[in-house]
């Protein structure tokens, strides 16, 4: 101990211009302002910024030159035996002047920062704007890396040996690992965060194995500089190679997951038939990210999926339930989507590219009652595709604010929902049909309401508006016909709500919740009350969801108001 | 300090015994008179950088001989009465010297007259008879150079 | 006294040019102390290239070993493996018993290390380098370090790099000596400098032999002042060790023996004084216009006689050599084969080939 502490006294006080260089680097933002001439209310902040940029360099190139000259400059010019000749241990003469290296970079920073962390009064300058605090002590940790990094690179090219060569391989290496595993996670869309953690562990370890390498190069090579650098080289190689492979094995923990790796599922669409559904959730694990799978929950068969660009998944599913079709993002970093299909009636079947591009997020994706066309709206454009072959069949873009719904009514033909905004009345709903491999649509009907709360009936031909309470008037649901425009049915009750939702059955569920209670009564596609059919009744203050039907069952979502929170039911109807 | 003689390395003798003769040379020819004091190890290995082991051995065999002496934390001293080399002794040691001279006279090319003219010479440059007691030997003087090569040398 | 301990302890002579490997080792174990400095079978390699090749030796407790070689032939490397700073690729190096890999930090402190090139921190003064060297020796001698600084007219405040070659030596030597080393380790200590600081330097050194006894191991280029000082002589040529003896012993049995022209005629005396030539284990002849000079390796009295006697006119003359002819004699290789370091196993150097000396 007492050897290293008569090293490190010694290496200090041979670089004491080091020190007296900061000190006058420190006065060196006083003179900042004089220079350029900054109004004198600016001048402490200014004063302030230049203080810590130039402290931060000053220290950082201090820490470099100490690096590479405490232990190389020695060995390269054959004065290290000076003190391996000595009484002195191997661990004392490396601790002693890599911390005394260390020591002067952190004095050296300290120094040019003196003058004007006493002139701010330590707070100000601390809290300045442009440099957080926690940068620097961020900056103080890094210093000992630096150090150690310019020492590994000064021994790599003073000694003149053939380990250079090596060094630069196997840096390759290891880069090209690093580089592998960061572009399979952004593939597998995983977020890097927290990225303060990640960036002190990626630093910690980098000090680690330079920390190694120096060690075994002073204390196995001694005044062999031959022999030091190929301690140093395997060292390094080693350890940067271990890292990378155990980020690698990491990473690959992360992406080569399965459903029972979520830990929660948030995102649930069955396809018809329900067969097959798409879920997704967070994934187990530190990094802040979700993955999408399809899965057939009778069979327990999974296929991982990725999201669209955007960053929520979006999934079609054709009404035969036999085809989905959903975008992902095209490639890490891209801010466009490709759209892939599944068979999912095929036994090891696997997502198919289509070849058929959309912007990120896209305003809707349709697939045709048996998977052989997608319709895909962009904004204000629809495009028609061959979902086999990716070719474009038809396409056409609307003028004006418009909002574009898009629905097959069969396997070549597409309803177009046109929801027009006008200052006037508020808008109105166009009805087009496009056919593929048609010149534009055709416009078939004007529908004057706005496109609140809609359903769509199964077959497209009917479509409910639900329009809410504003101010004194009551919330109604209006039936219209697509094909003629024409309003076949208005359901409203004085002092009540109603709304009306399409069953997938074809027949309309309609919710009328009044002060007295709420009730649920089911009538035909066109809004008519049907004979026999029976009325449901819940609580004042239950909202009601209609999910499914079958013939004699009716699956529906209460909502029970409660002192703090709502809660949830569901009940089947006979 | 001068020691007063200077080592051969050429010389085929031990540096000891060239030590140790020149001493005997120096005391016998009155140069280092009885009761003198010698130089210690040391001083004489410093003088003329030898190591002082060299120096310690000609010294100890100058003492089992008689001719130094040592008075304990005073230093080496010549001996108050120095040997005398008995009548068989020196003949036998002006035999040996004899030889050499005439070796070298031969190498020359020296008459045997010329030689002895040569030798008479010497005598008389050295005056008549040493100084000190005759029970000091004499042989030559102290920095007359040994011959280097061209004679028989004797066992070290 | 030690000196004639090792002479007594050496192996008995051969006549090649064989070491007496691990005599001096062999001795001190016997003795039952580590000797101060022990290599065992050392080899170090670099690639396909052999340094040092399983070189074995030993330096006895306060004694005196000097290393000489030619310019790579691997004294470099067996020094940094000395101090420890280099991992031999095979074989071991003790100090005091230990191996001086494992533990050179404890053994450093009874080590006193002057390097071939000056390796002081430029920046420091000498001042401060006894700062920094005083915390890590148990018995730092600072007066002695101020004394010497003194004595070499060294201006203790001068950063080292601002220093002449003569003085950076000084202090390092100084620097070594202040920690009351019992070990010195000197690597062509004076290199570069002019013979007064030459000889203020061996001075030194020969101050602290007689007044410590400590022992010292060096390389060395100055042939002349290792003759003085020196007590065992290794000698190196292409990693190999040729020679590991005491120097009386080998000035003793390398001698130059002269066989003037007028000897040579005669055939009925060249076979007889063939084989007593051979006897004597000539290393080099060479051919001059009174005659022959012919190195020989395995001299002794009785054996010279011989050739003497079996010489026309008995006018052979025998001579001695300085360490310097010695030394020439073993490593001089002709320029054309000169490889010290990358030739595998020199062959003892300088070996006669066949022929009878008289055939020029």
Redesign the interface.
Known sequence: MAGLIAILRHEIAQRRQLLLAGALVGLMPFAAPLVSGTAPAAVPELRDTVALFLAAAFSGLAAIVLGATVLGADLAEGRLGFFFSRPLAGWAIWGGKLGAAMACAWAAGGLALLPALLAAGGGRLLHNPMVPAVWLGAWALALPVVVLAGHAGGIMLRTRSGWLIFDLVAAATVAGLVWTTLRRLLYWQVRLVPAAPLALGVGAAAGMALLAASAAQVLGGRTDSARGHRLLSLTLAGAGLALALALAGAAQRQIAISPQDLVAWTWLQAAPGEGWVMTGGRVRGPLLYSAWFFVQPASGRWLRVRRAAVGYPQVAFSADGRTAVWPEQEAPQSSRDELLRLDLDRAGAAPVRTAIQSATPNSGIAVSPHGTRVAVVEKQRVSIFDLAGGRLLAAHSFDGAVEVTAEFTGEDSVRLLVNRFEAASGGAIDVYDFDAGARQPVKRSSIPAIYYQPSLSPRTDRLVVNRPAIGASVAVAKVFDLTTGRRLAELGEPGAEVEARYLPDGRLAETVRAKTGTQLMLLDGDGRPQAGSPRYRFPAGTRVLPLQASPDHLLVREVLPAASRDRERRSYLG | MDAGFR?D????R??WRQIEENVRQLVASGILPPATVVPS??DL??S???????V??AY?RLTDAGVLAVRRGDGTYVAAAPPVFSAEERVRRLDVEARRYV?AAVTLGATPRESAAALATAWSALGAAPAGSEAVNATAAPDTPRP??????G?? | MTTTGALAAAAAPSHLLSPTVGAAAAAAAASGAAPPLAVEAMTVRYGRTTAVDRVSLALAEGGVYALLGRNGAGKSSLVRCLLGQQRATAGFARIFGRDVWRHRAALMAEVGVVPEQPDAPPGASARRLARLCRRLYRGWDDDGFEQRLRRFAVPPELPFGRLSKGQQRHVTLALALAGGPRLLILDDPTLGLDAVARRAFFEEIVGELADRGISIFLTSHELPAVERIAERVGILDGGRLLVDEDLERLKHRLRRIRLPRAAAAGSATGEAADAALEALAPLRRETRDWGVEVVVGAYDDRRFERLRAAVAGGAATVSSLTLEEIFTALVGHDPAAAAPADAPAAAPAGRATGGSPWQV
């Open positions: 080592i390395p050429s010389d085929a031990p540096i190890v040391r290995a410093r003329l950088t030898v190591n002082p082991a060299t310690a051995k100890q070796n280097r090569d061209g004679g028989n040398e066992e070290p």
